[in-house]
């Protein structure tokens, strides 16, 4: 079993930057891919970047692309996201995700992770 708890999140004006880490307890963490998701007011949720085991291949959504970066550290079994550019439309409950045991490989998928924090919010203003 994995637990997964997110922190970092706030408020902010656009322009701005703010980091969020995810640690995860379980020792399936390095051997497993993870993401980020977000829910912005009234929508669905929404793939935000994701990271494969090893951490060499990132995969972000064309909305924050260029302006995002995830990464992660397996020896302290965190991944975190930083966020700069920040804009009124990223507002949302930033929520971090796990794959399965041995799915190393990233998806934009939500049913493709296994393992959900709680998430954190995030509101940019204008």
């Known amino acids: 079993q994995v637990q997964l708890v997110e922190s970092g999140g706030g408020l902010v004006q656009a322009g701005g930057s703010l980091r969020l880490s995810c640690a995860a307890s379980?020792?399936?963490?390095?051997?497993?891919?993870m993401g980020w998701f977000r829910q912005p007011p009234g929508k669905e949720r929404e793939f935000v970047a994701a990271?494969?085991?090893?951490?060499?291949?990132?995969y972000y959504a064309n909305s924050v692309k260029g302006r995002f970066s995830i990464s992660r550290d397996n020896a302290k079994n965190t991944v975190s996201l930083q966020m700069n550019s920040l804009r009124p439309e990223d507002t949302a409950v930033y929520y971090c995700a796990g794959r399965g045991y041995g799915t190393t490989t990233t998806t934009a998928t939500p049913a493709g992770y296994d393992y959900w924090g709680q998430g954190t919010q995030v509101t940019v203003s204008s």
């Open positions: 990271i494969s085991a090893s951490g060499r291949i990132t």
């Open positions: 379980g020792r399936t963490f390095g051997s497993s891919a």
